[in-house]
């Protein structure tokens, strides 16, 4: 199985189906029927349906299960944020739990806990999920209440202020981690006034300015049918998944329109990002110092997207990575060390983190430089890539056991890349890359301006030698 386009609408014809002859060429299925997108090993199929309304459902079979994982995805993030109401896509995800005009909070608690089942959400920066594991028998409770939760939200007027201040200290909480501080710096630093550059949950600022008109202008603005995307793996039957997705939505009194087309995706043309020569310092009275350098990466639907992932493993990915092996292992400098990358729609970031003692912060920046120039003019070699490609490969397969990583692949394929890419397909691609392509993407990377974060016991970069 390849890789395999997934159609904005619902209709036409689709690409693929499951139906073929006795040579194995594909016939089309009209729309109604659901797009078969893959059939891995072991018997897990994936499916894609759009609903009436534009509502999108993709699931993933996987016999032997006796649980599913559903996440509700509304494509909209902390970027699509209007002046006056920064934090207020955060600042939703926490009162859809706060009750409906059906269920209040205690209700909606007590329905999973009651069943064993887990709930929760989360926030990025271009699309925010609600997502149960139940057993596969509780999979319509799961629906239901989460349906309920998108749909028919209260916002409550006094909720909102007591959960106001459960997220500023949830803020505070963050700043007082000097990781969390460095890394929301660095970001910021790296990606300028873009608004992926703003932190998701917010300000304090931003968040004490928020009333109920903006959080409900922003809950109605997205959270509708065309924005939807639902997921499903695990033990799970796609059509009756469909039925019960239109029960709940069409009870819960939202207009599902036929025809009706999905949202458009976002545009993956990259946006131009400078990035800064810099050496940010903020001062925190602590005993380590967290540093992180980087620039600007990759977009998520970049080709070179394993590359950077080959790249990562090599350079910081792991106990016997470069980073490791020279500045802690070599060195005894610190205790982490790192490498990560970022990629979204439109833009991207790259970045090395270390933690050390204060007095050894100059040096750790020097040698995170050196590393990284090292590996732009020496490459790497070919154990390297054999290792390297060996953990992502592991990692993937491995990852692919819990369901709940399957239904979060399915929401990244259709919110972000508008392609669903097999296991096998993406085993092929990260096989597929070479020594070359690693040293022509460390090149680039090093070719571009710094940014470095400290945070520690300083007020300028003189304080630690540069």
């Not at 079979?61 to 509700?72: L, V």
Request: aromatic letters at 6%.
């Amino acid at each position: 199985m390849a890789l395999i386009p997934l159609p904005l609408t619902g209709s036409g014809m689709f690409p693929y189906s499951a139906e073929q002859d006795a040579s194995g060429a594909s016939s089309p299925i009209e729309y109604g029927d659901p797009t078969i997108l893959a059939g891995e090993a072991g018997g897990a199929l994936v499916r894609r349906s759009v609903l009436p309304g534009g509502v999108r459902v993709l699931t993933e079979a996987m016999p032997g299960q006796r649980s599913a994982t559903i996440g509700f995805w509304v494509g909209v993030g902390s970027r699509d944020e209007v002046q006056g109401q920064h934090g207020s896509t955060h600042f939703l995800e926490h009162l859809l739990f706060k009750g409906t005009s059906r269920r209040n909070a205690m209700d909606i608690a007590t329905a999973f806990d009651e069943v064993g089942g887990e709930s929760n959400a989360a926030t990025a920066k271009e699309s925010t999920c609600y997502f149960a594991r139940v057993l596969d028998a509780d999979l319509p409770l799961a629906i239901d209440i989460i349906a309920d939760m998108i749909t028919s939200a209260v916002l409550d007027p006094a909720e909102l202020e007591q959960e106001r201040d459960v997220i500023l200290e949830e803020i505070a909480m963050d700043g007082d981690d000097p990781g969390d501080v460095a890394h929301e710096k660095f970001v910021s630093a790296v990606l300028g006034d873009h608004p992926l550059a703003r932190p998701i949950g917010g300000t304090p600022e931003a968040i004490l300015g928020i009333g109920r008109d903006a959080v409900l202008d922003h809950y109605r603005r997205f959270y509708k049918p065309s924005e939807l995307v639902i997921t499903v793996a695990g033990s799970l039957d796609h059509d009756e998944v469909c039925d019960q997705v239109v029960e709940a939505l069409r009870s819960a009194g939202w207009t599902l329109e036929d025809g009706a087309a999905p949202e458009p995706r976002r545009s993956t043309e990259p946006v131009p990002v400078s990035g800064q020569n810099t050496i940010d310092v903020i001062r925190r009275p602590v005993e380590q110092t967290n540093i992180i350098m980087g620039c600007p990466g990759i977009i998520a639907t970049d080709e070179r997207r394993h590359v950077m992932s080959v790249l990562n493993a090599v350079l910081g990915g792991g106990m016997s990575s470069r980073l490791f092996q020279e500045i802690r292992e070599k060195r005894g400098l610190v205790y982490s060390t790192y490498s990560f990358s970022a990629a979204y729609s439109d833009v991207g970031y790259f970045g090395m983190y270390a933690g050390c003692a204060p007095a050894k912060t100059g040096q750790v920046i020097r040698l995170l430089g050196e590393e990284l120039d090292r590996l732009a003019a020496e490459g790497i070699s070919a154990d390297e890539l054999r290792k390297a490609v060996g953990q992502l490969s592991g990692g993937m397969v491995l990852a692919l056991e819990d369901p709940g990583s399957r239904m979060s692949r399915l929401g990244r394929a259709e919110l972000v890349t508008g392609v669903f890419q097999d296991l096998d397909e993406s085993l092929a691609r990260v096989r597929a890359v070479t020594v070359e392509d690693v040293q022509a993407l460390a090149r680039e990377l090093a070719s571009r301006p710094r940014t470095v974060t400290v945070v520690g016991p300083f007020d300028t970069p003189a304080d630690f030698g540069l």
